[in-house]
């Protein structure tokens, strides 16, 4: 069943005959195993001891690194972690999540539309901009964009924390190769009817566009509540704390500053699970280009 | 049935259809700008008025007061480039460590995510059971938060942490890693006794380029340099991983078939018919890894601040320092420019060599990409600064 299943049906036949001679494949499987589970385990134990520790006392954190359970079982990192301002670094992480990644994909959708479908005068060179702005390595605008805040006035304020990461490029492109991709016959008939551009686009356009935006919606999301470098020169007023910049306060930096293990570690674990939830639920738009081909064999 | 008028040469090469899209031409050039002007406004306010206004306070000797953009700002012209490349001095010291630290990462991150994520996906396009459960694991670091990582990374390699107990299980007695500055070549060339690390050849101490002697540009990575080696390899094998799998889908089916039964074995169908149709990735991949590890700053940022002895020292970090801790802005800005300078010339090699080869393989890397965009997260991270 299963050969047939990931053979072409055409020539399955043919790879069959010289299997079976090969004892070498057997072997080479073999290996194959090992190597995924080598793997399987320098990824996964991080995570592991992660949640473990997360439930240990300090010392037992510092004293027993490598034990898998936790003596005694306690959740008392999580107590000391509400203590601190993690409920406003969370509240702060998720509007600006939420705000930048609606913004992004609606903005980039309308421009990616545009340069996919619009016929307007410089089309070629905007696009030609977007190409050499995703070029741009995001590390060398970090002193750059403190320029720009400042000079609008804007540094230290909610504005800055969440605008300048709604300017994306990348996206863009994502959204115009998806719109060259769909046939044009549709957004045709519905301007014969009458209907006006941005019409079009809501309510013909945006409809069809459905697994490049859960994509991009996705991409953006992570990344923004994942971004770093951007809220550290953006803004020092502590009740602008994101999570990320919250919790690396944590730690001051330097290791060995005290052996809080059990509360950082926890403070990491919370702070992954909505990217960890997204991930698990739309996996398929993540690996969902290794996945096309996987129809051909 | 023409409301605006249309120019000549539109009417000339009209088709009977024409008329009608002439008015529609002239609706869309207004709705084209429209729909793009929002983004457009935001990247040049955020990206490209930044960059000009970074690139004249490079040229100033601006400390953070005030406005930069005054007459009562001093203009010094290439001085702060001076300062940081030719000049002897602590300045040109500094960022020549930062950029022998960045080297020796990209030189060391670079091949090993690249080989890893290959050897992956190699195995993982066989027919393995519980695909799916691998891919993940391996791909779920990627979209995880650097900080999270970080945070556990540092408990892993803290001196009495777990990485130090497993090996201490094999008899091995591990180092304090992220605080421990000697050089992994120092230490390897001292085990196989070509020199003594605490007391070194005055032939390599005495002189080298840029300020810094031979004997240091030939440290090779410390040990705290090498612990964010192994982090960032661990971290993004598995988004490289996914990209080669993708290409790996589009090895015609049928070439692998004919070179069985023409009696090759693995290694040389590998060779022949495999490698050469994943050599644009493998260009794409070596691309997105030099541009994404020059830029090194989180993990700096994090867990080691450049210590210890300057070893974690990276330009992205000491640009941010230079201007956020020091108040040197006007240098702080060159350090950047610099920087970009590193990068546009690394990505420009890497495109000159695929400009090469034939326009089928190029075609094939732009599908590729366009591919390894929606497959992953990474190339986003890039242009969002990560």
Same mark, same amino acid.
Do not use: C
């Given at each position: 069943?299963?050969?047939?299943?990931?053979?072409?049906?055409?020539?399955?036949?043919?790879?069959?005959?010289?299997?079976?001679?090969?004892?070498?494949?057997?072997?080479?499987?073999?290996?194959?195993?090992?190597?995924?589970?080598?793997?399987?385990?320098?990824?996964?134990?991080?995570?592991?001891?992660?949640?473990?520790?997360?439930?240990?006392?300090?010392?037992?954190?510092?004293?027993?690194?490598?034990?898998?359970?936790?003596?005694?079982?306690?959740?008392?990192?999580?107590?000391?972690?509400?203590?601190?301002?993690?409920?406003?670094?969370?509240?702060?992480?998720?509007?600006?999540?939420?705000?930048?990644?609606?913004?992004?994909?609606?903005?980039?959708?309308?421009?990616?539309?545009?340069?996919?479908?619009?016929?307007?005068?410089?089309?070629?060179?905007?696009?030609?901009?977007?190409?050499?702005?995703?070029?741009?390595?995001?590390?060398?605008?970090?002193?750059?964009?403190?320029?720009?805040?400042?000079?609008?006035?804007?540094?230290?304020?909610?504005?800055?924390?969440?605008?300048?990461?709604?300017?994306?490029?990348?996206?863009?492109?994502?959204?115009?190769?998806?719109?060259?991709?769909?046939?044009?016959?549709?957004?045709?008939?519905?301007?014969?009817?009458?209907?006006?551009?941005?019409?079009?686009?809501?309510?013909?356009?945006?409809?069809?566009?459905?697994?490049?935006?859960?994509?991009?919606?996705?991409?953006?999301?992570?990344?923004?509540?994942?971004?770093?470098?951007?809220?550290?020169?953006?803004?020092?007023?502590?009740?602008?704390?994101?999570?990320?910049?919250?919790?690396?306060?944590?730690?001051?930096?330097?290791?060995?500053?005290?052996?809080?293990?059990?509360?950082?570690?926890?403070?990491?674990?919370?702070?992954?699970?909505?990217?960890?939830?997204?991930?698990?639920?739309?996996?398929?738009?993540?690996?969902?280009?290794?996945?096309?081909?996987?129809?051909?064999? | 049935?023409?409301?605006?008028?249309?120019?000549?040469?539109?009417?000339?090469?009209?088709?009977?259809?024409?008329?009608?899209?002439?008015?529609?031409?002239?609706?869309?050039?207004?709705?084209?700008?429209?729909?793009?002007?929002?983004?457009?406004?935001?990247?040049?306010?955020?990206?490209?008025?930044?960059?000009?206004?970074?690139?004249?306070?490079?040229?100033?000797?601006?400390?953070?007061?005030?406005?930069?953009?005054?007459?009562?700002?001093?203009?010094?012209?290439?001085?702060?480039?001076?300062?940081?490349? *030719?000049?002897?001095?602590?300045?040109?010291?500094?960022?020549?460590?930062?950029?022998?630290?960045?080297?020796?990462?990209?030189?060391?991150?670079?091949?090993?995510?690249?080989?890893?994520?290959? %050897?992956?996906?190699?195995?993982?396009?066989?027919?393995?059971?519980?695909?799916?459960?691998?891919?993940?694991?391996?791909?779920?670091?990627?979209?995880?938060?650097?900080?999270?990582?970080?945070?556990?990374?540092?408990?892993?390699?803290?001196?009495?942490?777990?990485?130090? %107990?497993?090996?201490?299980?094999?008899?091995?007695?591990?180092?304090?890693?992220?605080?421990?500055?000697?050089?992994?070549?120092?230490?390897?060339?001292?085990?196989?006794?070509?020199?003594?690390?605490?007391?070194?050849?005055?032939?390599?101490?005495?002189?080298?380029?840029?300020?810094?002697?031979?004997?240091?540009?030939?440290?090779?990575?410390?040990?705290?340099?090498?612990?964010?080696?192994?982090?960032?390899?661990?971290?993004?094998?598995?988004?490289?991983?996914?990209?080669?799998?993708?290409?790996?889908?589009?090895?015609?089916?049928?070439?692998?078939?004919?070179?069985?039964?023409?009696?090759?074995?693995?290694?040389?169908?590998?060779?022949?018919?495999?490698?050469?149709?994943?050599?644009? *990735?493998?260009?794409?991949?070596?691309?997105?890894?030099?541009?994404?590890?020059?830029?090194?700053?989180?993990?700096?940022?994090?867990?080691?601040?450049?210590?210890?002895?300057? *070893?974690?020292?990276?330009?992205?970090?000491?640009?941010?320092?230079?201007?956020?801790?020091?108040?040197?802005?006007?240098?702080?800005?060159?350090?950047?420019?610099?920087?970009?300078?590193?990068?546009?010339?690394?990505?420009?090699?890497?495109?000159?060599?695929?400009?090469?080869?034939?326009?089928?393989?190029?075609?094939?890397?732009?599908?590729?990409?366009?591919?390894?965009?929606?497959?992953?997260?990474?190339?986003?991270?890039?242009?969002?600064?990560?």
């Amino acid at each position: 069943m299963t050969t047939t299943l990931e053979t072409p049906v055409d020539d399955a036949p043919a790879p069959e005959a010289p299997r079976r001679r090969l004892p070498g494949r057997q072997v080479g499987r073999f290996l194959a195993y090992v190597v995924l589970v080598f793997f399987s385990v320098v990824y996964l134990y991080p995570f592991l001891i992660q949640v473990v520790t997360s439930f240990k006392t300090n010392g037992d954190a510092t004293n027993n690194p490598l034990a898998l359970l936790p003596d005694p079982l306690t959740a008392a990192a999580f107590g000391r972690l509400f203590d601190t301002d993690f409920g406003l670094w969370a509240f702060n992480s998720v509007w600006v999540s939420v705000l930048v990644t609606g913004l992004r994909v609606f903005l980039d959708s309308l421009a990616g539309y545009a340069l996919a479908r619009l016929h307007f005068r410089g089309r070629s060179a905007v696009f030609s901009a977007v190409l050499a702005v995703m070029a741009v390595p995001g590390v060398v605008l970090l002193i750059p964009k403190f320029l720009v805040l400042n000079q609008l006035g804007i540094y230290d304020t909610p504005v800055a924390l969440f605008l300048p990461l709604v300017a994306d490029a990348a996206g863009i492109f994502i959204m115009k190769q998806f719109f060259e991709s769909v046939p044009a016959s549709i957004e045709e008939a519905a301007r014969i009817d009458g209907a006006g551009t941005f019409r079009v686009f809501w309510s013909v356009v945006l409809p069809m566009a459905r697994p490049a935006l859960i994509t991009l919606t996705i991409l953006s999301f992570q990344a923004s509540w994942n971004e770093l470098p951007h809220f550290i020169v953006a803004s020092q007023d502590r009740d602008l704390y994101t999570l990320t910049k919250g919790v690396a306060t944590l730690t001051t930096g330097q290791l060995g500053s005290g052996n809080q293990f059990p509360l950082t570690l926890g403070a990491a674990l919370l702070m992954t699970i909505p990217v960890a939830v997204v991930f698990f639920v739309f996996q398929r738009y993540f690996v969902g280009g290794a996945n096309e081909g996987a129809v051909k064999g | 049935m023409t409301a605006a008028p249309a120019p000549a040469g539109a009417l000339a090469t009209a088709s009977p259809r024409g008329s009608g899209r002439s008015s529609s031409r002239a609706g869309q050039g207004r709705a084209g700008w429209s729909f793009a002007a929002p983004q457009l406004v935001l990247i040049g306010l955020f990206v490209l008025i930044p960059i000009l206004m970074a690139f004249w306070v490079s040229l100033t000797d601006w400390r953070g007061r005030g406005s930069p953009f005054t007459g009562q700002v001093g203009f010094v012209g290439f001085d702060n480039y001076a300062a940081i490349l *030719t000049e002897p001095g602590l300045a040109r010291q500094d960022f020549m460590t930062a950029l022998r630290n960045n080297a020796w990462y990209v030189l060391l991150v670079v091949p090993l995510q690249t080989a890893i994520a290959l %050897g992956l996906a190699l195995v993982l396009n066989s027919k393995i059971r519980a695909k799916g459960f691998f891919r993940t694991a391996f791909y779920f670091p990627t979209v995880t938060s650097s900080v999270a990582i970080s945070l556990v990374f540092i408990f892993l390699f803290t001196g009495g942490g777990a990485v130090n %107990g497993l090996l201490g299980l094999v008899g091995i007695d591990g180092p304090n890693w992220f605080s421990d500055s000697r050089g992994l070549l120092h230490l390897i060339g001292d085990g196989l006794g070509f020199w003594d690390a605490d007391s070194p050849p005055a032939a390599l101490t005495d002189g080298g380029p840029l300020g810094l002697s031979w004997w240091d540009w030939l440290s090779g990575p410390s040990i705290a340099l090498a612990a964010l080696i192994l982090l960032v390899v661990w971290t993004s094998a598995g988004g490289y991983m996914l990209m080669f799998l993708a290409a790996l889908q589009d090895v015609p089916n049928d070439v692998r078939e004919a070179a069985v039964m023409d009696g090759a074995n693995s290694w040389q169908r590998f060779r022949a018919v495999t490698l050469p149709a994943l050599r644009p *990735t493998l260009f794409l991949v070596i691309t997105l890894g030099l541009i994404g590890t020059w830029q090194v700053f989180d993990q700096v940022y994090l867990i080691s601040q450049g210590n210890p002895a300057k *070893t974690t020292l990276t330009p992205a970090f000491l640009s941010y320092t230079s201007a956020f801790v020091s108040g040197q802005w006007g240098r702080a800005a060159a350090m950047s420019f610099v920087l970009f300078a590193i990068i546009i010339v690394l990505t420009s090699v890497q495109r000159f060599l695929m400009r090469d080869k034939d326009a089928a393989a190029e075609k094939k890397a732009l599908k590729a990409t366009q591919r390894a965009r929606a497959a992953s997260s990474k190339t986003t991270f890039f242009q969002a600064g990560r």
